[in-house]
């Protein structure tokens, strides 16, 4: 009894840690959000020169006001169908930490929706879906009105080897 009220104060104490502004968008009728402090800048989409020899995910670079900054398909990413962009595909440029050097990406995604203010209370951990299945890249479940919103550490979306990758490519 002692154990699951010290993981329910843990679990409290870690959603109060994610409370804040999160930059929400949808791809395959999901919703997901990351934090705002990461994004740079929300684009249209533009020419993107591919780079061989990289995973599929990995669309190329963009030149963004005379700095090459790679793209990853975040659909693609996370193993859904490819689809084709449309008026509403975007590319969100993020700022993540890799190594202690700062690293832009930009994100393609289906639409970009609002700026959300959600609280620490509204945010719940990540489900078990057994041991097979990484989450690690999964903050928690933020509970709207609406829905449910998939919080992303989009600096985790990439593994370490994969950040390499992509750091090379820029």
């Known amino acids: 009894m002692a154990q699951h009220l010290e993981s329910d104060q843990i ?5 109060n840690l994610m409370e804040g502004k999160y930059l929400s968008f949808s791809m395959d009728r999901e919703e997901y959000g990351i934090g705002i402090l ?8 533009m020419r993107i020169t591919p780079v061989p020899q990289t995973p599929d995910y990995v669309k190329g670079v963009i030149n963004l006001r005379g700095k090459v900054i790679p793209v990853i398909d ?18 969100i440029v993020v700022e993540i930490e890799h190594d202690s050097r700062t690293l832009q990406i930009g994100i393609v995604v ?23 299945l990484n989450t690690d890249y999964i903050l928690g479940m933020a509970k709207t009105a609406e829905n449910v919103k998939i919080l992303l550490d989009i600096a985790r979306v990439l593994s370490a080897s994969e950040m390499e990758l992509i750091g090379e490519a820029a």
């Open 110 to 132: 289906d639409s970009v929706s609002e700026v959300l203010s959600i609280k620490g209370s509204d945010i719940e951990e990540t489900p078990e879906f057994g041991t097979t």
């Open 11 to 15: 679990a409290k104490r870690n959603a």
């Open 74 to 91: 975040l659909r693609l990413r996370f193993g859904m169908n490819s689809k084709a962009y449309t008026e509403r595909t975007c590319i």
């Open 38 to 45: 990461t994004v740079k800048e929300i684009i249209g989409m």
